[in-house]
Nanobody, 121 residues
Framework: QVQLVESGGGLVQSGGSLRLSCAAS????????MGWYRQAPGKQRELVAT???????DFADSVKGRFTIDRDNAKKTVYLQMNSLEPVDTAVYYC???????????????WGQGTQVTVSS
C-alpha cells in the first residue's frame, strides 16, 4: 500500500501565496508521475499540475504563470507553489501519484486525503 500525506493548505488573502507538500510512503519502486488536482464545491475534480520523475510538467491553463510544481525524488515528495492566488482557486487540493510498486510493469493511482485552500477577496 501507498500513503500520500499532504500539508500546507490554509486561508490566504487574494494575491497571496501558499506552498503545498505531499510525501509518498509505502510500497514504492518508482513514482513515474505525481501532481495535484483540485475540487471546488459543486464542481468536478480537475487537474492543476503534474510532474514526471524526469521533471516534465503539465499545468492547467488557469494556473499557468502563477503556480509551479517541483519534486524531490529522494524524499518522494511533490510540492505545489501557488502565487497570486485568487478566490477562484479556493478548493480542496488533492495529491495524486502514479506508483510502480515493484519490478513488475504495473502502475496504480493513489490519492491523498485532500487539503483545503481558501482564498479570500
Amino acid at each position: 500500500q501507498v500513503q500520500l500525506v499532504e500539508s500546507g493548505g490554509g486561508l490566504v488573502q487574494s494575491g497571496g501565496s501558499l506552498r503545498l507538500s505531499c510525501a509518498a510512503s509505502g510500497s514504492i519502486f518508482s513514482l513515474p508521475n505525481m501532481g495535484w488536482y483540485r475540487q471546488a464545491p459543486g464542481k468536478q475534480r480537475e487537474l492543476v499540475a503534474t510532474i514526471t520523475g524526469s521533471g516534465s510538467t503539465d499545468f492547467a491553463d488557469s494556473v499557468k504563470g502563477r503556480f509551479t510544481i517541483d519534486r524531490d525524488n529522494a524524499k518522494k515528495t511533490v510540492y505545489l507553489q501557488m502565487n497570486s492566488l485568487e478566490p477562484v482557486d479556493t478548493a480542496v487540493y488533492y495529491c495524486w501519484a502514479l506508483v510502480r510498486a515493484s519490478i513488475v510493469f504495473r502502475f496504480d493511482e493513489y490519492w491523498g486525503q485532500g487539503t483545503q485552500v481558501t482564498v479570500s477577496s
